[in-house]
């Protein structure tokens, strides 16, 4: 009868837990959380723009912390976020932060700054992040 009684004040605890959208308090490798990942290219949905890669993509990455904070390395500049996400693959970053050195005509920084507000889905597939930006207009590939 204990078990019994124990088992109805547990089910409902398991029960809300089992419906948490957010990604935040997940790690691992096929989580946002805790990861961080270098900026490969912007797919355009335009075909005649087709595949872009940045200039030194080395200097762009971006880490999601578990408290729910995304910091970026864009280029020369640093830009910090909020970010939510979704089981169901939606994900949004709030207003960040941003650093404003001027690191060159070809940089993505402010490219990139002003595009976080348009994400709108994230997909990870093995060690490949992809954010798209909302009306499926392009996206961004980032790798582990």
Do not use: H
């Amino acid at each position: 009868m204990r078990a019994l009684k124990t088992l109805a004040v547990l089910l409902p605890l398991v029960a809300a837990t089992a419906c948490t959208t957010t990604d935040q308090s997940a790690t691992g490798p096929q989580s946002l959380s805790g990861n961080a990942w270098k900026l490969s290219y912007f797919q355009s949905a335009d075909e005649a723009k087709g595949r872009e890669v940045p200039p030194s993509p080395e200097n762009y990455s971006v880490e999601f912390m578990t408290d729910g904070t995304a910091a970026f390395r864009l280029d020369c500049n640093r830009l910090t976020s909020q970010w939510a996400s979704t089981t169901s693959g939606t994900i949004s970053f709030s207003p960040g932060a941003m650093t404003r050195a001027f690191c060159g005509e070809a940089a993505w920084d402010t490219r990139i700054a002003r595009d976080l507000g348009s994400v709108r889905n994230y997909a990870i597939v093995g060690d490949t992040l992809s954010l798209t930006l909302a009306g499926e207009s392009g996206t961004y590939v980032w790798k582990r």
